[in-house]
């Protein structure tokens, strides 16, 4: 059974920047398209960001462009969301969660398309 933990989440000022890391476990990482969502109170869960296999190919949505970055290091089985320029809308519940069909050629934001997923590292972006 795969497994995914998060951490790095945290308070930090407006304009600050924070690292979130998924460590993954029970199998190797270079079998899954993993994807980083987020959630705020009273809101549904929305895509992030996403990365294939290889990590040749990455999606953002529009609301994080520019400002997030992802990355993986399959050798470590641990993917990294580096976040800057935050902003109070960014503070949320943040999940990371890997794919088992949408691995090498697409990089999707789609929540059905994530068979497991982490328990979450929360963000707050407060003055």
């Known amino acids: 059974q795969l497994q995914l933990v998060e951490s790095g989440g945290g308070l930090v000022q407006p304009g600050g920047s924070l690292r979130l890391s998924c460590v993954v476990s029970?199998?190797?990482?270079?079998?899954?398209?993993i994807g980083w969502f987020r959630q705020a109170p009273g809101k549904e869960r929305e895509g992030v960001s996403a990365?294939?296999?290889?990590?040749?190919?990455?999606k953002y949505a529009d609301s994080v462009k520019g400002r997030f970055t992802i990355s993986r290091d399959n050798a470590k089985n641990t993917v990294s969301l580096q976040m800057n320029s935050l902003k109070p809308e960014d503070t949320a519940v943040y999940y990371c969660?890997?794919?088992?069909?949408?691995?090498?050629?697409?990089?999707?934001?789609?929540?059905?398309?994530?068979?497991?997923w982490g328990q979450g590292t929360q963000v707050t972006v407060s003055s």
């Open positions: 990365i294939t296999s290889g990590g040749g190919i990455t």
């Open positions: 029970g199998s190797t990482l270079d079998s899954y398209g």
């Open positions: 969660a890997a794919s088992s069909k949408f691995v090498k050629f697409i990089a999707t934001l789609t929540m059905s398309h994530y068979d497991y």
